[in-house]
């Protein structure tokens, strides 16, 4: 599958924006998806996961009831809406897609996405 991460900017603290994430070549539905970020000089890490049924959800600590990831597998599109966003937030941002199955206890390891985007910049500004 190839996916396609776009919806990034420039904005201002406590402001919002949507990222999307196009697929093509294969079926939405038929992966584990999430949204990762990797701000400069630190590490990868998972934001956000939806199953592919859209019945399970992931969110790290630092965006829980901040941020909201969703999917249209009719539209094979990922979305995360990014509300009250903070300076810390600034990142690159990555979706990616996986083929294992749902797994709370493992879903945080780069390693269960085996497709990525190209990532979509994230800059907050105060």
């Known amino acids: 599958v190839q996916l396609q991460a776009f919806g990034g900017g420039l904005v201002q603290a406590e402001g919002s924006l949507r990222l999307s994430c196009a697929a093509s070549?294969?079926?939405?539905?038929?992966?584990?998806m999430g949204w990762f970020r990797q701000a400069p000089g630190k590490e990868r890490e998972l934001v956000a996961a939806?199953?592919?049924?859209?019945?399970?959800?992931y969110y790290a600590d630092s965006v829980k009831g901040r941020f909201t990831v969703s999917r249209d597998n009719a539209k094979n599109t990922l979305y995360l809406q990014m509300n009250s966003l903070k300076l810390e937030d600034t990142a690159v941002y990555y979706c990616?897609?996986?083929?294992?199955?749902?797994?709370?206890?493992?879903?945080?390891?780069?390693?269960?996405?085996?497709?990525w985007g190209q990532g979509t910049l994230v800059t907050v500004s105060s």
């Open positions: 990616a897609a996986g083929t294992r199955g749902w797994n709370i206890a493992t879903i945080t390891s780069s390693g269960n996405f085996g497709s």
């Open positions: 070549g294969r079926f939405l539905s038929t992966y584990v």
């Open positions: 939806i199953s592919r049924s859209a019945h399970h959800t």
